[in-house]
């Protein structure tokens, strides 16, 4: 009679099925990194190179050379028509138009923390995914709406866990050769980030740091994106 | 009516004077019309001494002119009559020639100031006007030449006495012959070229370890750097020296600074990699320095000794932690104190050991006579496999696309994506440690110094089919190849035989020239074996083809003959050739014996039946070839057809080595050639 028992294999059942708690618990235990700390600042294009060759200096990996990226990013918004007063939920699709055996990136940002005024960088909840190609077909039909894209170009550092980004926006047109993309504007942007487990603040005074080194070229600041025009 | 004459018209100014009043008997007083003095008056009320009316004021100034001699008495009586209000000088004034009045008056007063100040000036007895020099603004050329000649002196001056001072100390420096021409601002700058160095407080530190290039290794090397002291250049020497056994006296430093290694780096370190069988050793290698340096060396050679120790270190404490956690080996590694013993086959230890002597007298490797010239690949391949742990610490690929989180590997990113399942994870975060990998970098040169060993005796001691072989010059540290030919002399355009066998780090495969791939294990018999089978296929190939030139036709042909003996090892091949009369036939046994002595090989001569030979005095070179069988002829005309097969072919052996020829496809080609002939 093997009634009151668990079989072998229903408590191999049991193990499978607990994957969930599995992931709830990681999500609980800060194991996974869904905090950014995020500084960003811009510098014109006659500033590039001599920025460039700084960052060079400062970040880590000095003998392979300039890492470039180029990629496609889209932004889907998912309007909630129950609730009218909340925000649309914003997801972020991206890329790599230079290595297309890459997975595409899906990235959910949450509004910046409303913390205290000292903290040297702005503190937000991402969600960082890997998905397929299939992922716009997904989307539009959850019912997202295509609301933009853009192409960005530029160069990529990393320095310990922090991240610096220093690329320029191009306009997305269908049917157009990598070569003759349109410029947004006459500047390259610049962001510095880092992607952690909640908890970990001292990585800011890592980031200020290292933004204090290239002070007088470019300012990295935190920027409040609901004061922007 | 008559035309009257002219009308005279007469012109009158109107003379009438304006009716001032009308007394009540009708009379008209006419308003009197002004006299001279009053019209003169009023024409002078209207001069405008402001200036504002050029005309008038040209005209007025006349006017004015005349009317001040007139009126110079009035002047003086009306002054003080008429009161007039002098603030309302539009209205009518009281006194009409009152602003010409003021207007002189005020002239005149400011006529007689002049005056009186030209009187006092003139005569210097109350007053002396003396002119006023302004500044001269600017200076004579020649007095600003003396000013910067002068500014110039004093700076020239600082900048002499400064020099003066470095050429003494220069001066100085080189009549003492201890610290030579090195000044310790000059060395610190070479030192820093190479080192990492960094103020802490007054001392000067700097850090010899891998830390910047990926280490994780929690022991530091950080050394301090100081000047060196004036050791006193009395010429006894004795004295100063404070080791209690008598030395001679200790070199000049060469050097103006001096380091500080922390003690455990000092002295030299070696990792010690050595293959040992039984008692033999059968490769090995030293890495590190084989030289101790001396305590008072140039600092950069003391730097780098010390830099090597803590690589030794390093690279031993991976290798032990890594010999506890090995599980995947039948016999774990065994770990004692300063050594790893680890088994790479049966009888066979490799054995690591970390030597580290502090005195700088180390003891001589020992002196193990090694004759292997692959030493060094060992030693490269524990530097290379820590230098690589220390690379994939410290590179890290980058995201693409460039919003990914960072630090993932590649492969990892497409976890997600292509939906891998746990055990597929996990194997892709297995990975190989140093040990793992040295172990079977050592198989795999055991394995290749056993085939290369066996081969070279096997060439040495065969010489019938010569055996050669051409080892690939490219090849892996766990793998490499060799293509052996079998070849006989004089034939090896008809005849050769060609297998490549590939060897791995704990086993062969060998393939044949036919497709087949044979694999075989570390065992040296087996190769052995394979061979042996090689060459006594070898020589039934041959004589196949030869008997192709010769135009001998093959009846039959094994490799891999069921019948005869069983052989000890592998398996006989053996053909059989009819002549092209058909009147003989040729069976050959080749059988891949023991090489000591040559695998043998037994040829058969089969004779049509009813064939009568005579054994007579062919005896004398032994040979049991019949040569006269004349009487065979006629039984045989038709060979063997037609032939009673009942009776049986009858065979007669050769004895092989009272033939001539050098080899066997020589022997087998006179044979041929003999027995072809034969009617």
């Known amino acids: ?229 | 009516l008559k035309m009257s004459s002219s009308v005279s018209v007469s012109v009158e100014v109107p003379l009438e004077n304006l009716v001032q009043e009308i007394t009540y008997d009708g009379m008209e007083l006419l308003q009197q019309p002004l006299t001279m003095s009053e019209s003169l008056a009023k024409l002078a009320q209207r001069i405008d001494f402001c200036g504002q009316d050029e005309d008038g004021g040209a005209g007025s100034g006349s006017a004015t002119a005349g009317s001040s001699n007139e009126n110079g008495d009035i002047k003086e009586e009306d002054a003080n009559g008429e009161g007039g209000p002098d603030a309302n000088f539009k209205t009518a004034q009281s006194w009409p020639w009152e602003s010409v009045r003021n207007k002189i008056r005020s002239a005149l007063t400011e006529l007689s100031v002049f005056g009186d100040i030209l009187t006092i000036a003139q005569k210097k007895q109350y007053m002396v006007l003396d002119p006023v020099q302004a500044d001269p603004s600017d200076t004579k050329p020649p007095a600003v030449l003396m000013y910067k000649k002068k500014a110039l002196q004093a700076a020239s001056q600082v900048l002499l006495s400064g020099c003066e001072r470095l050429r003494a100390s220069m001066n100085e420096a080189k009549s003492r012959p201890s610290l030579a021409t090195l000044d310790f601002h000059i060395e610190l700058l070479r030192l820093r070229q190479n080192w990492r160095l960094r103020k802490v407080g007054n001392a000067i530190l700097g850090d010899l370890s891998y830390r910047t290039a990926g280490s994780r290794f929690p022991q530091g090397g950080i050394f301090e750097v100081t000047k060196a002291e004036d050791d006193s250049e009395d010429g006894n020497a004795d004295s100063q020296s404070t080791s209690s056994q008598p030395q001679p006296p200790p070199p000049k430093p060469c050097s103006a600074l001096r380091v500080t290694v922390p003690n455990e780096l000092q002295g030299i370190a070696y990792i010690h990699v050595h293959v040992q069988k039984d008692q033999d050793t059968l490769s090995f290698a030293n890495i590190g320095l084989p030289a101790p340096a001396p305590l008072d060396a140039h600092w950069q050679q003391r730097l780098e000794a010390a830099q090597n120790v803590l690589f030794c270190k390093e690279l031993f404490s991976v290798l032990a932690r890594e010999a506890v956690a090995l599980h995947s080996m039948p016999i774990p590694p065994l770990v004692v104190g300063n050594q790893i013993t680890a088994t790479l086959f049966p009888g066979i230890l490799l054995i690591i050991g970390l030597c580290h002597s502090i005195t700088g007298k180390g003891q001589s490797p020992p002196a193990v006579s090694s004759k292997l010239d692959h030493n060094h690949v060992l030693e490269h391949s524990l530097h290379q496999l820590l230098r690589e742990v220390h690379r994939t610490n410290s590179h890290i690929p980058l995201p693409h696309p460039a919003t990914a989180p960072i630090g993932i590997s590649r492969k990892r990113r497409l976890g997600g994506p292509c939906a891998y399942d746990r055990q597929t994870l996990l194997n892709m975060t297995k990975k190989e440690g140093i040990l793992e990998e040295i172990i079977k970098q050592s198989q795999h040169v055991i394995l290749r110094l056993r085939a290369m060993y066996f081969l070279d005796t096997l060439a040495k001691e065969i010489k019938d089919p010569l055996l050669v072989a051409h080892w690939a010059s490219i090849n892996a540290v766990t793998h490499s190849c060799v293509r052996i030919t079998l070849v006989s002399s004089g034939y090896d355009m008809c005849a050769r035989t060609q297998l490549v066998i590939h060897i791995k780090e704990k086993s062969l495969k060998a393939i044949l020239k036919d497709g087949k791939a044979i694999n075989l294990s570390y065992e040296p018999q087996e190769l052995k074996d394979l061979l042996l089978c090689q060459i006594a296929i070898h020589q039934i190939m041959a004589l196949q083809s030869l008997s192709k030139c010769l135009g001998w036709t093959v009846l039959s042909s094994c490799t891999h003959l069921g019948v005869g003996n069983c052989e000890s090892t592998g398996n006989a091949a053996g053909c059989m050739l009819t002549s092209p009369n058909g009147k003989r036939i040729l069976a050959v046994r080749s059988s891949p014996q023991a090489f000591m002595p040559a695998p043998s090989i037994q040829v058969f001569i089969g004779y049509p039946p009813n064939a009568k030979y005579t054994t007579q005095q062919n005896n004398n070179n032994n040979s049991a070839i019949p040569m006269e069988v004349d009487d065979v002829s006629a039984a045989t005309t038709l060979g063997f057809e037609g032939m009673d097969l009942t009776a049986g072919v009858k065979y007669k052996s050769i004895r092989l080595d009272k033939l001539e020829g050098k080899n066997f496809l020589n022997k087998m080609e006179m044979l041929m050639a003999v027995l072809a002939d034969v009617s």
Not at chain 1, 88 to 113: I, N
Not at chain 1, 181 to 202: A, C, K, N, W
Request: charged share 25%; aromatic share 6%; glycine share 8%.
């Open chain 1, 1 to 229: 009679m093997d009634g009151l028992e668990p079989t072998a294999k229903q408590t191999e059942l049991h193990q499978s099925l607990s994957a969930i708690d599995t992931l709830t618990s990681a999500m609980k235990s800060n194991v996974v990194p869904n905090q950014e700390y995020l500084l960003q600042g811009s510098i014109l294009d006659s500033g590039v190179d001599i920025l460039l060759h700084r960052l060079r200096g400062l970040c880590d990996n000095t003998d392979v050379g300039l890492e470039s990226f180029h990629d496609h990013e889209a932004c889907f918004v998912l309007f909630n028509p129950a609730a009218q007063q909340s925000q649309p939920l914003t997801l972020r699709v991206r890329k790599a138009v230079d290595d297309t055996a890459a997975p595409w990136h899906l990235r959910y940002m949450g509004q910046p923390e409303l913390g205290d005024k000292n903290r040297p960088t702005m503190v937000r909840s991402v969600l960082d995914i890997g998905v397929g190609s299939d992922i716009v077909e997904f989307l539009k039909e959850l019912g997202c709406r295509r609301e933009f894209d853009f192409i960005t170009k530029g160069f990529i550092f990393r320095k310990g866990r922090l991240k610096i980004i220093v690329g320029k926006l191009y306009r997305s047109e269908a049917g157009k050769a990598p070569h003759e993309l349109e410029p947004v504007s006459g500047s390259h942007y610049v962001e510095m980030s880092v992607v952690t487990p909640t908890g970990q603040d001292i990585v800011g005074e890592d980031m200020r740091n290292l933004a204090e080194q290239i002070k007088p070229l470019v300012n990295l600041d935190k920027v409040d994106h609901r004061r922007l025009p």
